[in-house]
Each structure stands twice: as C-alpha cells, then as structure tokens.
C-alpha cells in the first residue's frame, strides 16, 4: 500500500558526496524511517533510523559522522547525505518505514511493509 522511491544514487569516486532521497506515496510524519543497504553476497544493514516528529536518529557505527539522515514530512520525503564515500559503502540503498528491533539497537522494516527499487550506490576508484 506504501510506495517508496528511492533515487540519488550514482558511481562516485572515494570521499565523494551523494545525497539519496526516498519519496513515499503517503505523509510520513508519524512513521520512522529507516535507511539499509545491501551489497552483493552480504546481509541486509540497518544504517541509519530516524524517529518522526522527535527527530532521535540512530547511525551504524560504520558510517557515524559521514551520513547524515533528515526529513521533509510536508514533501513525505527523507534524505540521506551522504559524505566522505568509502568503497564498501557500494550497495543497493533502500528506505522503508520501521520498528525498533527487539534488541534495542537499529530497526527493522514494519511487518509486511512495501519496498522500493532502491538506488545504486557505487563507489570506486
């Protein structure tokens, strides 16, 4: 019933910048969001969540301090900036609506919850 777009991503260079946005077909203002990715051979990751109307992000250890998360709830959009790119950040980009995980840390998608395409996110020199 969601859909998401995601878009934004690209093939960069090491300490590039993108910004990937996800576009929703329904007003997020009272939904997390969270951002994965998931390169070829490897588990899907829990990067980045971020709590509506409160603003509480969470971060991956692995891109603390170079991804940042934000959201326009009037244009049902979230963003993901994303700086100093590292070769093992290349992956397929998806956001979603989401949960806290039983363990406290990170998120996991809403049960049943749509996706979108994703983005691709290359980086290398």
């Known amino acids: 019933q969601v859909h998401f777009v995601e878009s934004g991503g690209g093939l960069v260079q090491p300490g590039s910048s993108l910004r990937l946005s996800c576009a929703a077909s329904?007003?997020?203002?009272?939904?997390?969001i969270g951002w994965f990715r998931q390169a070829p051979g490897k588990a899907r990751e829990d990067i980045t969540c971020?709590?509506?109307?409160?603003?509480?992000?969470y971060y991956k250890d692995s891109v603390q301090g170079r991804f940042t998360s934000s959201r326009d709830d009037a244009m049902n959009t979230v963003y993901l900036q994303m700086d100093n790119l590292k070769p093992d950040d290349t992956a397929v980009y998806h956001c979603?609506?989401?949960?806290?995980?039983?363990?406290?840390?990170?998120?996991?998608?809403?049960?049943?919850?749509?996706w979108g395409q994703g983005t691709q996110v290359t980086v290398s020199s």
């Open positions: 971020h709590s509506a109307r409160g603003g509480h992000i």
């Open positions: 329904i007003s997020l203002d009272i939904y997390a």
């Open positions: 979603a609506i989401v949960r806290q995980k039983s363990s406290g840390v990170g998120c996991e998608p809403m049960p049943r919850g749509s």
